[in-house]
């Protein structure tokens, strides 16, 4: 069983930054992709940002130059720095992370979800 524990959420104004850190524990053998997503009230979950194990990395349209996306794998680690917020970036960020319990058996696994609120 695996467990991805976000953190770093909150409310900040326009222009500021946060930071989001994600850590899977439990029974990982290793982990592939790792991404996080965003949900604003009314509207569908989206990708925000994703990076391979080797570092590549894949950003929306909407968030490029301004967030940027990086991992640990030491620490089974992913975190989200987030530039120069604007309102529409207000949703709930999830953790998303493909962990292989063993080599044949990935498992898509997402955190519960951290609360980010851009306003004055």
């Known amino acids: 069983q695996v467990q991805l524990v976000e953190s770093g959420g909150g409310l900040v104004q326009p222009g500021g930054s946060l930071r989001l850190s994600c850590a899977a524990s439990g029974s990982v053998f290793s982990i592939n992709a790792m991404g996080w997503y965003r949900q604003a009230p009314g509207k569908k979950r989206e990708m925000v940002a994703t990076i391979t194990r080797d570092g590549s990395t894949y950003y929306a349209d909407s968030v490029k130059g301004r967030f940027t996306i990086s991992r640990d794998n030491a620490k089974n680690s992913v975190y989200l720095q987030m530039n120069s917020l604007k309102p529409v970036d207000t949703a709930v960020y999830y953790c998303?992370?493909?962990?292989?319990?063993?080599?044949?058996?990935?498992?898509?696994?997402w955190g519960q979800g951290t609360q980010v609120t851009v306003s004055s």
């Open positions: 998303n992370a493909v962990v292989y319990l063993s080599p044949l058996s990935p498992v898509s696994s």
